[in-house]
Nanobody, 127 residues
Framework: QVQLVESGGGLVQAGGSLRLSCVAS????????MGWFRQAPGKEREFVAA??????YYADSVKGRFTISRDNAKNTVYLQMNSLKPEDTAVYYC??????????????????????WGQGTQVTVSS
């Protein structure tokens, strides 16, 4: 497992942008696939995006608006969020897994694929 710390959340107006960061501990960051999930009050945790060594995966609800990227030299994964909507309001969690994610997003989108989770960062989008 790795230790994960998210940052970058906050309050933004609809149509605005935020960039979330997740810093991982350890020297094997490049061998992990990384994911972002979110959880709104009263709802289940849902998949947002993931990145492996060669591929990226997105939930349909964020495709074209959010971009996931990673900097292995900084042990950091990012989530650039543009054109934010009030329905994007949630606590956003970073997650890590040594599992290969495959060619479709089914594995990437499953919470049980990941064995390390951050504490979460709040994103609030006002209308």
């Amino acid at each position: 497992q790795v230790q994960l710390v998210e940052s970058g959340g906050g309050l933004v107006q609809a149509g605005g942008s935020l960039r979330l960061s997740c810093v991982a501990s350890g020297r094997t960051f490049s061998s992990y696939a990384m994911g972002w999930f979110r959880q709104a009050p009263g709802k289940e945790r849902e998949f947002v995006a993931a990145i492996s060594w060669t591929s990226t995966y997105y939930a349909d609800s964020v495709k074209g608006r959010f971009t996931i990227s990673r900097d292995n030299a900084k042990n950091t994964v990012y989530l650039q969020m543009n054109s934010l909507k009030p329905e994007d309001t949630a606590v956003y969690y970073c997650a890590a897994t040594p599992t290969r994610l495959g060619y479709n997003k089914r594995v990437a989108a499953t919470t049980t694929t990941y064995d390390s989770w951050g504490q979460g960062t709040q994103v609030t989008v006002s209308s």
